[in-house]
């Protein structure tokens, strides 16, 4: 169940829209490999840099580099609070949580 800072989070910040459809994307279908930790290897690195308290910092080589973007808006300020990171992690673990335990039951894993 998404919460009202979920809805928020997506409407200020689009590029979570189209992680939000390629995270439930994958919820849905097969198993991935095994070999890769969806959320340590996919999802949190790409989350990182649109919200929460690492918003605007992009990796550049072997430097981090912050956006030349400040919090000079009320919205700007709220998308780097740990508010908008916590209700789109905990939705997204959650969908991921649910897909594992479908995932294992269709393997035959219990």
């Known amino acids: 169940m998404t919460t009202p800072a979920f809805t928020r989070a997506l ?15 994958i ?7 095994p070999s890769i930790d969806l959320w340590c ?5 790409l ?11 992009v990796p550049h080589a072997e430097k981090v ?11 700007e300020a ?3 609070s740990s508010v908008p990171w916590d209700a789109v ?7 991921m949580d649910e897909a594992e335990v479908r995932w294992d039951r269709f393997s035959g894993i219990e």
């Open 11 to 25: 409407e200020l910040e689009l590029d979570l829209k189209a992680l939000d459809l390629a995270v439930r994307l």
């Open 27 to 33: 919820c849905a279908g097969p198993a991935p490999d």
């Open 41 to 45: 290897d996919v999802i949190k690195p």
């Open 47 to 57: 989350t990182n840099a649109l919200v929460g308290i690492n918003r605007g910092m």
């Open 65 to 75: 580099v912050r956006n030349s973007v400040d919090p000079e808006t009320e919205e």
């Open 78 to 80: 709220w998308l780097r």
């Open 89 to 95: 992690t905990d939705e997204w673990v959650r969908l």
